[in-house]
């Protein structure tokens, strides 16, 4: 199974360093597609959780 918890503080780790080392000055392009991957990566642990909890519900039957 996938750690998505690691992966998404990484990515908003690396948009807040960004940002902080180079305040307005960071590429749009960038900051775009962390936010893009941060928000993919939620869904896909939001899908993640309901696949397990209908395994669950499949298991309890």
Known sequence: ML???R??????DE?????????DM???FYVQALQTAI???EEC???AAEVERMADGI???
């Open 3 to 5: 750690d998505y918890e």
């Open 7 to 12: 992966m998404l503080a990484a990515l908003k």
């Open 15 to 23: 948009k807040a360093a960004c940002q902080y080392a180079y305040g």
């Open 26 to 28: 960071v590429p749009a």
């Open 39 to 41: 928000r993919d990566l």
């Open 45 to 47: 642990q939001n899908c």
């Open 59 to 61: 298991n309890h039957k």
